[in-house]
């Protein structure tokens, strides 16, 4: 009687949290695994999470690790924008068959920019094109600010964001006149520019005040009063999160975690920490502010 051959190969179909476990445990054991997930990437739903229940631990810290493990295992091979056709065989000795999306790209030059997506003339309808934006009008001062930064860098594209980070810090946020001048001047797609513009956290395209307060709400500040502290900065600016005064002197944000828990409730402005904060030293350091400015 003919013996049946095995074949010892796995295939994990999905590649979330639990499907990454199953593969390192399996080519740990000494089996050939292939990791097949339908998104561009593995990582499943776990990779959109901030923090994970009961124990409020950063999902990203969790699964980082795995995802290094299966990348250098030996004994894995990820696949990934594929679909499962079609499974034949038995038991043992399994035949499937896979359907491999194109991704368009040379996966071996490819840096996970974005930029092809953002341009595709395939995909994407161009709200405008590019030769129609009209030069914007500036002020006289404003012009001298604008000229002065791009005669600085020589008119290089290559230094878009160096001139970013010029223009916000010169108006402490990126106007959308000074971005479709940059775009005509440089030839470059105002959709790339704003690419770049949303990515980087400290680019802002709405206006920002002279002072950046900044309070933490991680774990360790939470539980030592963040959350009054806040509401207090909220109460003497009379703004909410994410908004500035109305002079603008003043831009109210919050942060996750600063990674500074010894010293919770933490309250920076300016880049400067300030630790171990009260609501009557959030109130002082606030006037103090005031009265300098004044």
Not at 118 to 140: G, L, M, T
Not at 213 to 229: D, E, F, K, M, Q
Not at 237 to 260: H, P, Q, S, W, Y
Request: hydrophobic fraction near 35%; proline fraction near 5%; charged fraction near 25%.
């Amino acid at each position: 009687m003919k013996e049946k051959k095995t074949i010892g190969s796995v295939l994990v179909i999905g590649g979330g949290i639990g499907g990454m476990q199953s593969a390192l445990d399996l080519a740990e054991s000494g089996f050939k695994v292939y990791l097949l997930d339908s998104a561009p990437a593995i990582g499943g739903t776990m990779a959109a999470l901030d923090k994970t229940f009961p124990t409020n631990d950063c999902a990203m810290c969790i699964m980082a690790p795995k995802l290094v493990e299966c990348a250098r295992h030996l004994n894995i091979e990820i696949i990934t924008w594929a679909d499962v056709e079609s499974v034949q065989g038995e038991p043992g000795n399994f035949r499937v068959t896979l359907r491999h999306r194109p991704r368009y790209v040379d996966l071996d030059k490819c840096t996970g920019c974005g930029l092809c997506a953002a341009n595709c003339p395939v995909r994407n309808v161009p709200h405008f094109e590019q030769d129609s934006i009209p030069e914007p009008e500036f002020k006289k001062e404003d012009f001298e600010k604008i000229t002065e930064i791009l005669n600085k860098h020589r008119e290089d594209r290559s230094s878009l964001v160096a001139i970013l980070q010029d223009v916000n810090e010169e108006f402490r946020y990126l106007p959308e006149d000074i971005l479709k001048f940059i775009s005509i001047k440089f030839g470059i797609p105002l959709s790339e520019i704003y690419n770049m513009a949303t990515f980087y956290k400290a680019f802002s395209l709405k206006p920002r005040g002279k002072h950046v307060i900044s309070v933490c709400l991680g774990t360790a500040c939470h539980v030592r009063g963040a959350p009054r502290i806040l509401e207090e900065i909220k109460r003497i600016l009379n703004i909410k999160e994410g908004e500035t005064t109305e002079d603008r002197l003043f831009t109210l944000e919050t942060v996750n975690c600063l990674g500074a828990c010894a010293l919770g409730p933490i309250v920076v402005v300016d880049n400067k920490y300030h630790g171990q904060m009260t609501i009557r030293k959030t109130s002082k350091l606030i006037e103090r502010i005031k009265e300098t400015e004044k």
